[in-house]
Protein backbone atom coordinates (compact mmCIF):
# COMPACT_ATOMS: atom_id res chain seq x y z
CA UNK A 1 0.00 0.00 0.00
CA UNK A 2 1.03 3.60 -0.46
CA UNK A 3 2.02 5.81 1.96
CA UNK A 4 4.38 7.70 4.12
CA UNK A 5 6.29 6.15 6.85
CA UNK A 6 7.47 8.18 9.56
CA UNK A 7 10.25 6.93 12.44
CA UNK A 8 10.74 6.45 15.07
CA UNK A 9 7.27 7.42 16.54
CA UNK A 10 8.79 8.33 19.83
CA UNK A 11 12.47 9.95 19.86
CA UNK A 12 14.54 11.46 23.43
CA UNK A 13 16.87 14.15 22.83
CA UNK A 14 19.49 14.91 25.56
CA UNK A 15 20.15 18.59 25.54
CA UNK A 16 22.78 19.67 23.18
CA UNK A 17 22.35 16.60 20.82
CA UNK A 18 21.02 16.94 17.05
CA UNK A 19 18.51 14.51 16.45
CA UNK A 20 17.17 13.19 12.84
CA UNK A 21 13.73 12.15 11.93
CA UNK A 22 12.65 10.34 9.34
CA UNK A 23 9.96 10.27 6.45
CA UNK A 24 9.65 8.26 3.27
CA UNK A 25 7.12 8.00 1.03
CA UNK A 26 5.53 5.49 -1.77
CA UNK A 27 3.86 8.02 -3.41
CA UNK A 28 5.37 9.32 -6.31
CA UNK A 29 4.65 12.39 -4.94
CA UNK A 30 6.92 15.61 -5.70
CA UNK A 31 6.46 18.04 -2.43
CA UNK A 32 7.25 17.47 0.85
CA UNK A 33 6.40 19.08 3.89
CA UNK A 34 7.56 19.06 7.82
CA UNK A 35 5.10 20.33 10.34
CA UNK A 36 5.28 20.88 14.22
CA UNK A 37 2.61 20.72 16.62
CA UNK A 38 2.12 21.91 20.10
CA UNK A 39 -0.94 21.70 22.13
CA UNK A 40 -3.30 24.90 21.19
CA UNK A 41 -1.26 26.12 18.43
CA UNK A 42 -2.38 23.75 15.07
CA UNK A 43 0.69 23.06 12.83
CA UNK A 44 3.27 25.14 11.86
CA UNK A 45 5.88 24.78 8.93
CA UNK A 46 9.47 24.10 9.37
CA UNK A 47 10.61 23.64 6.22
CA UNK A 48 8.95 22.01 2.29
CA UNK A 49 10.22 20.78 -0.73
CA UNK A 50 8.69 20.71 -4.18
CA UNK A 51 11.84 18.83 -5.79
CA UNK A 52 14.51 16.87 -5.47
CA UNK A 53 17.30 18.84 -4.11
CA UNK A 54 15.84 21.77 -3.45
CA UNK A 55 13.73 22.91 -0.40
CA UNK A 56 12.20 25.98 1.16
CA UNK A 57 12.12 27.20 4.92
CA UNK A 58 8.89 27.49 6.24
CA UNK A 59 7.19 29.65 9.24
CA UNK A 60 9.64 28.53 12.26
CA UNK A 61 12.81 27.13 10.23
CA UNK A 62 15.29 28.33 12.94
CA UNK A 63 17.10 24.95 14.78
CA UNK A 64 15.96 22.50 12.23
CA UNK A 65 17.52 21.34 8.78
CA UNK A 66 16.36 19.16 5.97
CA UNK A 67 17.51 17.53 3.14
CA UNK A 68 15.89 16.09 -0.43
CA UNK A 69 18.50 13.88 -2.23
CA UNK A 70 15.69 11.47 -3.19
CA UNK A 71 12.21 11.78 -4.27
CA UNK A 72 11.33 9.39 -2.17
CA UNK A 73 13.06 10.91 1.13
CA UNK A 74 12.83 14.01 3.40
CA UNK A 75 14.82 13.92 6.81
CA UNK A 76 14.81 16.58 9.36
CA UNK A 77 17.23 17.44 11.50
CA UNK A 78 16.99 19.38 14.97
CA UNK A 79 19.88 20.58 16.12
CA UNK A 80 21.20 22.11 18.84
CA UNK A 81 20.05 25.26 18.29
CA UNK A 82 16.33 24.66 18.51
CA UNK A 83 15.70 25.81 22.16
CA UNK A 84 12.03 23.88 22.32
CA UNK A 85 12.00 21.06 20.90
CA UNK A 86 9.82 18.93 22.74
CA UNK A 87 6.44 18.32 19.92
CA UNK A 88 4.75 16.65 17.71
CA UNK A 89 6.22 16.40 14.28
CA UNK A 90 4.44 15.18 11.17
CA UNK A 91 5.97 14.77 7.88
CA UNK A 92 3.18 15.14 4.56
CA UNK A 93 3.34 15.00 1.11
CA UNK A 94 1.74 16.20 -2.17
CA UNK A 95 1.24 15.69 -5.91
CA UNK A 96 3.12 18.37 -7.79
CA UNK A 97 1.88 22.37 -7.73
CA UNK A 98 0.13 21.83 -10.81
CA UNK A 99 -2.24 19.92 -8.91
CA UNK A 100 -3.80 21.77 -6.20
CA UNK A 101 -6.71 20.35 -6.24
CA UNK A 102 -4.88 17.61 -4.37
CA UNK A 103 -4.65 17.48 -0.53
CA UNK A 104 -1.70 16.36 1.83
CA UNK A 105 -1.04 12.83 2.81
CA UNK A 106 0.39 12.58 6.19
CA UNK A 107 2.70 10.14 8.16
CA UNK A 108 1.78 9.12 11.61
CA UNK A 109 3.99 11.13 13.06
CA UNK A 110 6.98 11.40 15.58
CA UNK A 111 6.77 12.84 19.23
CA UNK A 112 10.05 14.29 20.53
CA UNK A 113 10.90 14.82 24.20
CA UNK A 114 13.99 16.72 25.50
CA UNK A 115 15.37 14.99 28.49
CA UNK B 1 -1.92 36.38 2.02
CA UNK B 2 -3.83 32.91 2.84
CA UNK B 3 -5.08 32.40 6.76
CA UNK B 4 -8.17 30.12 8.07
CA UNK B 5 -10.24 30.74 11.50
CA UNK B 6 -11.91 28.01 13.32
CA UNK B 7 -13.64 30.08 16.26
CA UNK B 8 -14.83 27.30 18.24
CA UNK B 9 -11.53 25.54 20.13
CA UNK B 10 -13.78 23.09 21.50
CA UNK B 11 -17.20 21.65 20.84
CA UNK B 12 -19.49 19.32 22.88
CA UNK B 13 -22.12 17.67 21.97
CA UNK B 14 -24.26 14.58 22.88
CA UNK B 15 -24.56 11.30 20.96
CA UNK B 16 -27.34 11.54 18.30
CA UNK B 17 -27.48 14.76 18.07
CA UNK B 18 -25.89 17.07 14.57
CA UNK B 19 -22.87 18.41 15.07
CA UNK B 20 -21.41 21.60 13.19
CA UNK B 21 -17.58 22.36 13.64
CA UNK B 22 -16.85 25.94 11.76
CA UNK B 23 -14.60 27.16 9.25
CA UNK B 24 -13.73 30.41 8.00
CA UNK B 25 -11.37 31.47 5.05
CA UNK B 26 -9.07 34.48 3.61
CA UNK B 27 -7.39 33.51 0.30
CA UNK B 28 -6.71 36.12 -2.34
CA UNK B 29 -7.93 33.83 -5.16
CA UNK B 30 -10.62 30.81 -5.38
CA UNK B 31 -10.23 28.52 -2.90
CA UNK B 32 -9.83 24.78 -2.47
CA UNK B 33 -10.61 24.15 0.87
CA UNK B 34 -10.04 20.96 2.96
CA UNK B 35 -11.02 19.40 6.37
CA UNK B 36 -8.85 16.22 8.04
CA UNK B 37 -9.20 14.94 11.37
CA UNK B 38 -6.51 13.56 13.66
CA UNK B 39 -7.04 11.17 16.30
CA UNK B 40 -4.55 11.23 19.80
CA UNK B 41 -0.92 10.53 18.83
CA UNK B 42 -1.89 10.29 15.13
CA UNK B 43 -1.24 12.25 11.50
CA UNK B 44 -4.08 13.90 10.08
CA UNK B 45 -6.78 11.57 8.13
CA UNK B 46 -8.26 13.15 4.96
CA UNK B 47 -12.43 14.05 5.52
CA UNK B 48 -13.60 15.57 2.22
CA UNK B 49 -12.38 18.64 0.43
CA UNK B 50 -14.45 21.58 -2.54
CA UNK B 51 -12.64 22.12 -5.62
CA UNK B 52 -15.21 23.74 -7.57
CA UNK B 53 -18.49 22.53 -9.00
CA UNK B 54 -21.43 21.57 -5.64
CA UNK B 55 -21.07 23.83 -2.82
CA UNK B 56 -21.89 20.82 -0.22
CA UNK B 57 -19.70 18.05 -0.37
CA UNK B 58 -19.75 15.10 1.30
CA UNK B 59 -17.32 12.72 2.82
CA UNK B 60 -15.79 9.90 5.37
CA UNK B 61 -17.83 8.83 7.83
CA UNK B 62 -20.85 10.33 7.20
CA UNK B 63 -19.55 14.32 7.29
CA UNK B 64 -20.61 16.77 4.89
CA UNK B 65 -19.39 20.24 4.38
CA UNK B 66 -20.89 23.89 2.66
CA UNK B 67 -19.13 25.54 0.69
CA UNK B 68 -20.26 29.49 1.17
CA UNK B 69 -18.28 31.62 -0.89
CA UNK B 70 -20.44 34.96 0.23
CA UNK B 71 -19.79 34.33 4.22
CA UNK B 72 -16.50 32.68 3.13
CA UNK B 73 -16.90 29.80 4.88
CA UNK B 74 -16.52 25.85 4.80
CA UNK B 75 -18.41 24.56 7.90
CA UNK B 76 -18.15 20.74 8.76
CA UNK B 77 -21.28 18.33 9.62
CA UNK B 78 -23.13 15.74 10.39
CA UNK B 79 -26.54 15.06 10.85
CA UNK B 80 -25.95 12.48 13.71
CA UNK B 81 -22.73 12.31 16.19
CA UNK B 82 -21.13 9.17 16.74
CA UNK B 83 -18.49 8.69 20.41
CA UNK B 84 -16.19 7.34 17.68
CA UNK B 85 -16.11 11.22 16.02
CA UNK B 86 -14.06 12.55 19.09
CA UNK B 87 -11.36 14.05 17.66
CA UNK B 88 -9.32 17.08 16.56
CA UNK B 89 -10.70 18.81 13.58
CA UNK B 90 -8.47 20.83 11.22
CA UNK B 91 -9.96 23.13 8.05
CA UNK B 92 -7.46 24.17 5.50
CA UNK B 93 -6.92 26.35 2.39
CA UNK B 94 -4.88 26.54 -0.71
CA UNK B 95 -5.43 29.36 -2.47
CA UNK B 96 -5.77 28.22 -6.10
CA UNK B 97 -4.61 31.39 -8.24
CA UNK B 98 -1.81 32.41 -5.82
CA UNK B 99 -0.87 29.53 -3.24
CA UNK B 100 1.37 27.14 -3.11
CA UNK B 101 1.51 25.34 0.35
CA UNK B 102 -1.87 24.38 2.60
CA UNK B 103 -2.81 26.86 5.50
CA UNK B 104 -4.20 25.08 8.51
CA UNK B 105 -6.39 26.30 10.60
CA UNK B 106 -5.79 25.78 14.68
CA UNK B 107 -8.08 23.26 15.09
CA UNK B 108 -11.29 22.57 16.96
CA UNK B 109 -11.66 19.82 19.27
CA UNK B 110 -15.06 17.88 19.15
CA UNK B 111 -15.99 15.75 22.39
CA UNK B 112 -19.10 13.62 21.40
CA UNK B 113 -20.65 12.36 24.89
CA UNK B 114 -22.82 9.36 24.83
Known amino acids: DGGITQSPKYLFRKEGQNVTLSCEQNLNHDAMYWYRQDPGQGLRLIYYSQIVNDFQKGDIAEGYSVSREKKESFPLTVTSAQKNPTAFYLCASSSSIGHLGYGYTFGSGTRLTVV | AQSVAQPEDQVNVAEGNPLTVKCTYS??????LFWYVQYPNRGLQFLLK??????LVKGSYGFEAEFNKSQTSFHLKKPSALVSDSALYFCAVRDRDYGQNFVFGPGTRLSVLP
Open chain 2, 27 to 32: VSGNPY
Open chain 2, 50 to 55: YITGDN
